[in-house]
């Protein structure tokens, strides 16, 4: 149980335009779901957190207009990088939190590798 | 806001042998404290995690100890293999937000 997927895996895009990321709850309900941002050898940089039918919350720094967040559902969340340059290529990274669960437990999904040419 | 601190940032032991990673948090509110392996080009995978009201926490070779006096908590691997090599990460919870923050990871190499 307790399984996230993200879609896709890898991403290969070109500077300028926008790519989108998708973060599923394959078989629980996630009431909130979390953005990170994870460049080589460091550690995981939360971006924003995601709550169903609500506006997502973002870190100090990151821009909400660059990073747009959609939480439409209890099972998805989308992450949209908005005019990617080199710079935002980076490994993202969604968790969610189950609606049911009585803990702060996050489970993560396996990442999208985003390289931006 | 919370803040925590991980050592050693990288750690080789022989296998059959221990390993320690430490964590310091800040935020003395904080009260849950999980533990994740992340494997090269995957997603964190949770492997133990402890709650403020519990003192010691074990899962086969696995263990989690927490000091909230101190405000540190540690992962204990024994009986280490080679597939336990990946990064650890260990995270501290911003009271009220369910937000993690985490340590800096602990690249753990075990050698055959």
């Known amino acids: 149980g307790a399984v996230v997927s993200q879609h896709p895996s890898r991403v290969i895009c070109k500077s300028g335009t926008s790519v989108k990321i998708e973060c599923r709850s394959l078989?629980?309900?996630?009431?909130?779901m979390f953005w990170y941002r994870q460049f080589p050898k460091q550690s995981l940089m939360l971006m924003a957190t995601?709550?169903?039918?609500?506006?997502?919350?973002?870190e100090q720094g990151v821009e909400k207009d660059k990073f747009l967040i959609n939480h439409a559902s209890l099972t998805l969340s989308t992450l949209t990088v908005t005019s990617a340059h080199p710079e935002d290529s980076s490994f993202y990274i969604c968790?969610?939190?189950?609606?049911?669960?009585?803990?702060?437990?996050?489970?993560f999904g396996p990442g999208t590798r985003l390289t931006v040419l | 806001g919370e803040n925590v601190e991980q050592h050693p940032s990288t750690l080789s032991v022989q296998e059959g042998d221990s390993a320690v990673i430490k964590c310091t948090y800040s935020d003395s509110a904080s009260n849950y404290f999980p533990w994740y392996k992340q494997e090269l080009g995957k997603g964190p995978q949770l492997i133990i995690d402890i709650r403020s009201n519990v003192g010691e926490k074990k899962d086969q070779r696995i263990a989690v100890t927490l000091n909230k006096t101190a405000k540190h908590f540690s992962l204990h691997i024994t009986e280490t293999q080679p597939e336990d090599s990946a990064v650890y990460f260990c995270?501290?919870?911003?009271?009220?937000?369910?937000?993690?923050?985490f340590g800096t990871g602990t690249r753990l190499k075990v050698l055959a």
């Open positions: 968790s969610a939190r189950s609606r049911q669960a009585s803990t702060d437990t996050q489970y």
């Open positions: 995270a501290g919870t911003t009271s009220g937000t369910y937000k993690y923050i």
């Open positions: 995601s709550n169903e039918g609500s506006k997502a919350t973002y």
């Open positions: 078989d629980f309900q996630a009431t909130t």
